[in-house]
């Protein structure tokens, strides 16, 4: 039997987000444990997004992958991770925390979880239940998977900022994972979620990336976080070469509605600090199948 939602699963950061948005989120299907169709889902996966501290204690966006099954819940508040890939600039520690984000490109479902590492061995992990919940299927576009294990990933190069192809990367980009967290520093409890939009929803300030923030589940679990700890980390990804390029930096959230971001009820901005790309990071690719339909009713007031 799956367990009972947590009574109130909202940090402060959460709780103060939901009121200056304007809502009160009196309880949430957030549990401390997987449900029974959450523990069938996670093995069907190739891929798994990942988040956690990095060595200078702000969050870090990955993405794991393997043959299907590399993902595996022997038990409702145990997920077993034993990727044969990693893109992520992380050395795991046990203990370590983590937030992952299983998402299915062609059906449009998602998970999203966080706990605690055990018996780490490299990227691999066993990651111990805190919370766990489903979201919505809103801005994810239609892609189908495939292998492509002939290819082999080139050295990660280093940034200090936005270069030329960087900047043809995001503004290329209809889909970014974000990694948050509560809390400064090695122990501050991460999240990872998915952001979608038109093709060049993310806007190029400069050496600021403005994200428009849409209508969600209200749980406002990345807003909440920036609000406790104004980090994050962006993993765009190139679906048909593999690439993955990921930004750190300094975020301020604009909590009202921005006239340029069409659908946008507010946005957030992230100034570029550093970041990494590494082309042919995944050894998997997507073909483009449609847009959401969220998506395209976004597309359509611009």
Request: proline share 8%; with cysteine.
């Amino acid at each position: 039997m799956d367990q009972d939602p947590i009574i109130d699963p909202f940090h402060a950061g959460e709780r103060e987000a939901q009121a200056r948005a304007g809502f009160r989120v009196p309880s949430a299907p957030i549990r401390d444990a997987l449900t029974a169709q959450h523990r069938d889902f996670y093995p069907l996966l190739p891929a798994l997004l990942v988040a956690t501290p990095d060595a200078a204690g702000a969050p870090s966006a990955g993405m794991l992958t393997g043959t299907p099954g590399f993902v595996s819940s022997p038990d409702p508040r145990l997920l077993r991770v034993r990727p044969n890939h990693a893109a992520w600039d992380v050395e795991l520690r046990p203990g370590a925390p983590i937030g992952i984000l299983g998402i299915d490109l062609t059906t449009r479902r998602r998970n999203r979880a966080s706990g605690l590492a055990v018996a780490v061995a490299g990227h691999g992990f066993d990651l111990a239940i805190e919370q766990s919940f489903g979201n919505c299927p809103q801005y994810i576009q239609g892609r189908l998977v495939e292998t492509d294990d002939a290819t082999t990933a080139t050295a990660r190069t280093a940034l200090s900022g936005l270069d030329d192809d960087a900047r043809r990367m995001i503004a290329g980009a209809d889909t970014v994972f974000v990694a948050s967290s509560s809390e400064a520093g090695p122990d501050g409890a991460p999240d990872v979620s998915h952001r979608g939009g038109p093709t060049g929803f993310v806007r190029i300030e400069s050496d600021r990336l403005r994200i428009p923030d849409y209508s969600g589940n209200r749980y406002f679990n990345t807003l909440g976080n920036f609000l406790l700890n104004p980090q994050a980390g962006l993993l765009f990804l190139d679906f048909t070469t593999g690439d993955a390029l990921h930004l750190t930096g300094t975020v301020s959230v604009d909590w009202e509605a921005p006239g340029d971001l069409p659908g946008a009820q507010r946005s957030w901005t992230l100034r570029v600090e550093r970041g990494w790309r590494q082309p042919a990071a995944i050894p998997l690719r997507w073909s483009f199948r449609d847009l959401s339909p969220a998506t395209q009713r976004i597309a359509g007031m611009g």
